[in-house]
C-alpha cells in the first residue's frame, strides 16, 4: 500500500450530504485526509489539479458541470506523467438502471444518502486499488494506465447517455448550417454545407465551423450541434471539438501519449482527448 497521506476531495451541492460523507469517511477510513469540499464541477476540476488528491469524490449532478463532466475534464488536463490520476468515486441518486451501467463498468460509486455498510466496501474496493496502482503502472506505463482509465469513462458516459439525456426523435440529420463569417460581428448569415465542414470547435458561446475555404461561427453549443449530426460522420475527439472522419490524413502521438490529428484541407493540429482516444487504439 502506499506509505504517503492519502487525500480526496468532494464535490457535491448539497452541503448536508457533503458533510455526511466527510464524516462517514473518517470513520472508515481514518487515515485518509479530505483536501478540499466543493460545491460545482468547475472548482472540482480547478481544486483537483492544484490539490492532486488520490481520490475523488464526485456528485454526478452539480450546477454548472456535472460530475461526469467534470471528470472528462480533468482527465483531459491531468499530467499523469507527475502523478497518478485520482481513484474515482461517484456519487449518484440514479435509479438501477445507472447502477448498473456503473456496474458493468466497474466504475465505483455511492447511492444518496450514503450508507456505511456500502461505504466500507467502497474503502475496501478502493485500498486494493491502491494497492496494485504502482504495480499496474509499473507493468504497463502510466499512460496505459490513463487511458485505460479514459476508456472506462467513456463507455460509463455512452452507458448512462439515455439516463442523463434521452434522445430526441430525429427525422433527419442536418445537411445546411446557417453560420456567420468569422470577424463578422454576426451580421450576415450564410448556409454551409455539412459536407464541407472539416471540423468543429467550441469557443467560448459560439462554436467555430472550419472548412477548407475558410472559418465560421455558429451560435450553437456544440455537444447540441453533435445531437443534430449524423455520428457516423463526425467523430468527437475531445469534450471541445469534432472531426469529419474522412478528412482525418495522419494521428500522431506525442512524447507525453497524446494524440493529434492532421486533417487534409486545414493546417492546423487536433488534440484527441483521452476519452476519445480508443478510435485510434492501434497507434
Known amino acids: ?49 492544484a490539490l492532486k488528491p488520490d481520490l475523488l469524490f464526485f456528485d454526478i449532478r452539480m450546477p454548472g458541470q456535472s460530475g461526469l463532466d467534470a ?21 449518484t441518486a440514479y435509479d438501477q438502471y445507472a447502477v448498473q451501467a456503473f456496474e458493468a463498468q466497474a466504475m465505483d460509486y455511492l447511492l444518496k444518502p450514503v450508507q456505511p455498510a456500502r461505504l466500507e466496501k467502497s474503502v475496501q474496493k478502493l485500498r486494493l486499488a491502491l494497492d496494485g496502482r504502482a504495480r499496474t503502472a509499473t507493468e504497463s506505463g502510466a499512460t496505459a494506465l490513463a487511458d485505460a482509465s479514459a476508456a472506462q469513462l467513456q463507455r460509463l458516459l455512452a452507458a448512462l447517455q439515455p439516463a442523463l439525456q434521452p434522445a430526441a426523435p430525429r427525422a433527419a440529420w442536418l445537411r445546411q448550417l446557417p453560420v456567420s463569417p468569422a470577424g463578422s460581428g454576426g451580421h450576415s448569415i450564410r448556409m454551409v454545407q455539412v459536407a464541407e465542414v472539416l471540423f468543429l470547435q467550441a469557443a467560448d458561446k459560439y462554436v467555430r465551423v472550419v472548412t477548407a475555404s475558410g472559418e465560421h461561427l455558429l451560435r450553437t ?63
Do not use: N
Open 1 to 49: 500500500m502506499s506509505t504517503h497521506a492519502l487525500t480526496a476531495l468532494i464535490a457535491e451541492d448539497e452541503p448536508l450530504l457533503a458533510a455526511a460523507l466527510q464524516a462517514e469517511l473518517a470513520r472508515a477510513w481514518p487515515e485518509l485526509r479530505v483536501v478540499a469540499s466543493v460545491s460545482d464541477g468547475i472548482s472540482a476540476v480547478r481544486e483537483a489539479l
Open 71 to 91: 471528470a472528462a475534464e480533468l482527465m483531459d488536463a491531468w499530467d499523469e506523467r507527475a502523478t497518478p490520476f485520482p481513484l474515482l468515486v461517484f456519487v
Open 221 to 283: 453549443p456544440l455537444k447540441d450541434l453533435l445531437e443534430q449530426l449524423d455520428p457516423a460522420e463526425f467523430w468527437q475527439i475531445h469534450r471541445a471539438s469534432a472531426v469529419r472522419a474522412d478528412a482525418i490524413d495522419s494521428v500522431q502521438r506525442d512524447e507525453a501519449g497524446r494524440l493529434h490529428l492532421s486533417l487534409r484541407g486545414s493546417d492546423e493540429r487536433l488534440v484527441v482527448s483521452r476519452l476519445y482516444a480508443h478510435r485510434f487504439r492501434a497507434l
